[in-house]
């Protein structure tokens, strides 16, 4: 890593300036990177996971706190110790060249905002022990521009959320406000990098570019049908759109109560009737059953 004897975090928008050597900030994340799964996933986006899948690094702790989300176990504040399996650069980047050459040479870093510093890190030692993977920014999308300008040289591909167009709403669940303009910034940021489009090889495996991805949550249909205004009024229609229907409340979560259960189809048929009506053309659209299937199990060193 750097040299961190003066570092203050800057990583993501909330921008707590603390000095992670001696304190935490919003997302509890310290100087050295906690990683709790690496692991052969399949990948909801063909072009990313082929038929090998994509070797993924799950980092602990995250800049949001969603109430509702998915990884709950891993990216709450307090992380139950038993839970982080990786604990350095050194042990992070010894597993991933174990596991990359079992994948399709693709790296996926899941959740790096608040490590995003790491990423160059990492990514240069593989490069130096010769190991070239594709690497994909899997981020909630509440990203810093400062900091994606430095992943720039770095990533290949970008896979943001856009999770809310409603700035109440996102302050209520995750606690970021001015969430819809600083992912919307972000997202040109990411487009401004690598195109609008996605490039593929003659396998189809994608090697640049951008998917948006959007979780539609149980009664908040007019949320998600502002972000698919949004998008196609600020981002080319060429754009790649995974519309994701895999929401499920997790357990142990104070959540609303119209997040205490699935999405409907009824719900889920408003927001896919939207996205064709827009004139989106590129993309995935989940089935509703992924809610049983797409739940990781992170007491596994292997969650998936």
Known sequence: MSDYS???????????????????????????????????????????????GV?????????????????????????????????????????????????????????????????????????????????VYNSNGYDDIETLRRME????????????????????????????QRAGEALMEM????GSGLLCDEQGQAFRGIIVRHLVLPGEVDNSLGVLDWLADHLPMNLHLSLMAQYYPPEGADLPENLRRTLSAEEYDRVVDRYYQLGFYNG????????????????QKDSF
């Open 153 to 180: 040289p770095y990533v290949d591909v970008y896979l943001p959320d856009m999770k809310y167009s409603d700035s109440k709403l996102a302050a209520r669940l995750s606690h970021a406000e001015d969430y819809p």
């Open 284 to 299: 995935w659209l989940q089935e509703l059953s992924s809610n049983e299937s797409c739940r990781p199990d992170f007491s």
């Open 6 to 52: 003066d570092y203050h975090c800057h990583c993501c928008p909330r921008g707590c300036a603390v000095d992670r050597q001696a304190a935490l900030g919003f997302c509890h994340a310290g100087r050295e990177p906690e990683v709790a799964s690496i692991c052969i996933h399949p990948g909801e986006e063909p072009p990313l996971g082929g038929a090998r």
């Open 191 to 194: 487009v401004r990098q690598k």
């Open 55 to 135: 070797c993924n690094v799950f980092f602990a702790h995250c800049n949001l706190q969603c109430c509702y989300c998915q990884n709950l176990d891993i990216s709450r504040g307090r992380v139950d110790e038993a839970k982080i399996f990786y604990h350095s650069l050194d042990e992070v980047v010894a597993r991933i060249e174990l596991l990359l050459p079992q994948s399709e040479n693709v790296l996926g870093f899941v959740s790096p905002t608040h490590y995003a510093d790491s990423v160059p890190c990492i990514v240069d030692r593989l490069h130096a022990d010769g190991f070239n993977p594709t690497v």
